[in-house]
């Protein structure tokens, strides 16, 4: 147990000139769970209330020293909780108290047979997953659609890749999950090249909310010993409703990485890494995670991952019910306005499965790109959405979503469709000249990514590139997926592809030139 630290309480009135602060002594499980507040959250709230003389970190000393520019935005409150590694709040990496109470009853809930809160959100879990379950020259078998955090993954790591290519819609311009045919190919061919396979990474459900069949994969991995680590950033509440799809653990998965903070309710950079299963050793995830992940984590995000899970412990079969009927009005509200589609399984007959929460509408049959809708629905009815796309509009609905956004987006919406809607010739045209397949199908790797991360490189001219090993990790953001990866060949669909969706009003992040007027290369 931690060392039991006395605990000054605020100043009381002098009763008389020799008398002394009087002092408690606060137990661990006293800090844990009074008044049924979560361990975290009340650890932090007794050490925030202490009339202590501080001598300690962070410089605004508990609000004292505060910027005043921020103060006038969101007040003290966030500055007198704002605190370092005391003994009474726990340590991250070597938890004995209320960190460790947390994230017990985290586990408990999710259903894992332990639980990590992390503050460098669900790109920290990802590269301690497969950091923890790969060696350097082991194979990783993942989507190429696989968010950047994996890539890093695996220049870190010195893992191979082996890529598969994702079912592509050339209508929406979306990529879908895997399927448990391509895994199998996938570890068949590299059993026969006599290759270690570390682990399969599958992203489910994906940033538009299409989920790929974990169950059949995890029962395919596990004959073969090899853990599946799932990236379900945009699926924490998945698991929680009759009409959600069943969350990555309930369907085998030996890993799984959320991100808290998106559907569910803790603040922004804090996650949560689960295990199921005895195939990953868990000592391993702890060291990745304590090289990964800060020295000096946010209390304020710990103990928001903590008040995350208490508030979905209070009511978990229903907390979702109203969430799930604002997306069904939506749905009613918008599927039927001319020019507009909505994203379904139709185009996706592999993945019957999409996360209700997640609505997605194209708008190409009114002539507008995705970039294009956004921005007249913010100036319109001054809607702000979730993923932008050439083609289409993502829109998360969340506990905190209301039934007056709902009728904006609705009314914003309708209001495109009156003032563009287009000639059925026009919009044939525009269908038949986009269609084509993903960026990333044609690929060649010439260096695994770790070998391209160290080489030399130079920077050349886009016309100059084509043909050359890709230098550095390009990719429009959102959703962060890279068309580009260093060591891989540039190819005239990828540049073609960047160029579209800059053009669009897409950011480029990655790129030295996010302008692209040049490309950097390796120069081997």
Request: charge should be negative.
């Amino acid at each position: 147990m931690l060392q039991e630290r006395r605990v000054i309480e605020p100043r009381k009135k002098q009763q008389d000139a020799g008398s002394t602060r009087d002092r408690i002594l606060i137990t661990n499980s006293e800090i844990a769970q009074p008044n049924s507040i979560p361990p975290l959250v009340s650890a932090l709230k007794t050490c925030a209330h202490q009339n202590a003389a501080t001598f300690h970190f962070p410089g605004h000393n508990r609000g004292r020293a505060a910027p005043s520019s921020l103060v006038h935005l969101i007040g003290l409150k966030p500055f007198i909780h704002d605190l370092p590694e005391l003994p009474e709040l726990d340590n991250l990496f070597s938890p004995e108290g209320p960190i460790l109470e947390a994230q017990k009853l985290a586990a408990k809930l999710f259903g894992s047979s332990e639980t990590w809160f992390l503050v460098g959100g669900t790109t920290c879990g990802i590269q301690a997953a497969i950091l923890a379950t790969c060696s350097p020259g082991d194979y990783l078998i993942l989507p190429r659609n696989s968010h950047i955090s994996a890539i890093s993954a695996i220049v870190l790591s010195g893992v191979i890749p082996k890529y598969i290519i994702p079912d592509y819609d050339c209508l929406w311009d979306i990529t879908a999950g895997v399927t448990l045919s391509q895994i199998e190919k996938a570890i068949e061919e590299l059993h026969m090249e006599g290759q270690k396979v570390g682990a399969v990474f599958i992203t489910s459900p994906t940033y538009h909310g299409i989920c790929s069949n974990l169950t059949d994969i995890s029962k395919l991995c596990h004959s073969y010993e090899i853990p599946v680590i799932v990236d379900e950033a945009h699926g924490a509440h998945f698991g929680f409703h009759p009409q959600l799809p069943s969350s990555a653990l309930q369907q085998g998965a030996d890993l799984a990485v959320q991100s808290t903070h998106k559907v569910l309710c803790s603040l922004t950079q804090s996650s949560m890494l689960h295990m199921s299963g005895n195939i990953v050793d868990r000592e391993r995830i702890c060291r990745c995670l304590q090289t990964l992940q800060s020295t000096s984590p946010s209390y304020l995000l710990l103990a928001s991952l903590d008040a995350a899970r208490a508030q979905l412990s209070e009511k978990p079969g229903s907390i979702f019910n109203n969430a799930l009927d604002l997306a069904i009005e939506t749905k009613n509200l918008i599927g039927n306005i001319p020019g507009i589609s909505m994203l379904g399984t139709l185009g996706f007959s592999n993945f019957p499965v999409i996360d209700p929460l997640r609505l997605t509408f194209g708008f190409w049959r009114l002539g507008l790109s995705g970039f294009e809708a956004d921005e007249t629905l913010y100036s319109d009815q001054g809607v702000i959405s979730e993923l932008v796309g050439t083609r289409s509009i993502t829109f998360a609905i969340n506990l905190g979503t209301c039934r007056d956004h709902i009728q904006r987006l609705a009314c914003g919406i309708k209001n495109l469709s009156e003032a563009s809607f287009l000639s059925f010739e026009k919009i044939k045209g525009q269908i038949e000249d986009h269609c084509g397949s993903a960026p990333f199908t044609d690929i060649t790797m010439c260096l695994n990514p770790r070998e391209a991360f160290f080489a030399r490189k130079r920077k050349v001219a886009i016309g100059e590139s084509l043909g050359k090993i890709c230098g550095e990790l390009i990719c429009p953001y959102p959703p962060g997926i890279p068309v580009m990866i260093p060591g891989e060949t540039i190819t005239k669909k990828a540049l073609e592809y960047l160029v579209l969706v800059k053009n669009k009003g897409a950011t480029i992040s990655g790129a030295s030139d996010p302008l692209l007027n040049s490309i950097v290369i390796c120069d081997v």
